[in-house]
């Protein structure tokens, strides 16, 4: 059984009298339009139910049932999206005026309405639940994954900090030396390569082409610091 929302009404014979007060002035206004355009289809209508098709937007069915044509209740529902939300609709009003006007009986004896929300069916319950069964699965697998990626990033960064040889200071600054002055040697470190950048800074650094001493022997240094970490 659906959820249900019970609206006494004033008892009054007319059906605006009876209802009016529990549909908002905008609603009952649009519900008229649709009545008054002939939009309110009918398709069953006895003494204790009505059904009905309004062909305006999408469409909405409307459904209205008591238990007897004696009976001072009587249940309304639509599958329009404002009544899902616990609220008469403009659908249930424009059916209530075609009733009114076609079957005046099924009103006579109503002095109460029940507004009820569909129960889902066994299918439609099973399958939402197996919606939410695959959300939460998929949800957790996406978790897991982000994880393991985490995980993994953090084993590349740590083997790269492992890879990278640590050398002594002396060793660091020879290869800063180099750097600064425009020879890189840490990434291709070979005889070949000290010998070269030592013999083009010489050709700057050395006292008879206008270098220093100072400047000559720290060259000097650096290259056999660097000349022995090969040995």
């Known amino acids: 059984m659906g959820t249900c929302k019970s609206l006494s009404l004033n008892g009054a014979k007319v059906l605006a009298q009876k209802i009016q007060g529990y549909f908002k002035p905008e609603v009952q206004k649009n519900g008229e339009d649709y009545f008054r355009k002939g939009l309110v289809h009918l398709s069953i209508a006895s003494d204790t139910q009505v059904q009905a098709f309004i062909k305006a937007g999408t469409g909405a069915r409307v459904h209205l049932a008591a238990v007897a044509i004696s009976s001072s209740e009587m249940t309304a529902r639509c599958t329009c999206p404002i009544f899902s939300k616990g609220s008469l609709c403009k659908h249930i009003w424009a059916t209530l005026l075609a009733v009114e006007k076609k079957h005046p009986d099924f ?108 400047e000559i022997t720290t060259l000097n240094h650096y290259s056999e610091i660097l000349m022995k970490i090969l040995d």
């Open 107 to 214: 009103l006579d004896s109503k002095s109460e309405i029940v507004a009820t929300v569909a129960a889902e069916s066994p299918g439609t319950s099973e399958r939402k639940a197996k919606q939410a069964e695959f959300k939460k699965a998929q949800s957790a697998r996406l978790k897991e994954r982000n994880q393991q990626q985490r995980l993994e990033k953090k084993q590349l960064k740590r083997s790269a900090q492992q890879a990278v040889p640590s050398y002594p200071p002396e060793v660091q600054a020879a290869f800063d030396y180099f750097d600064e002055n425009g020879f890189p040697l840490k990434d291709d470190l070979s005889e070949e390569s000290i010998r070269l950048a030592k013999k083009k800074l010489a050709r700057i650094f050395h006292p008879d082409l206008g270098g220093h001493h100072k």
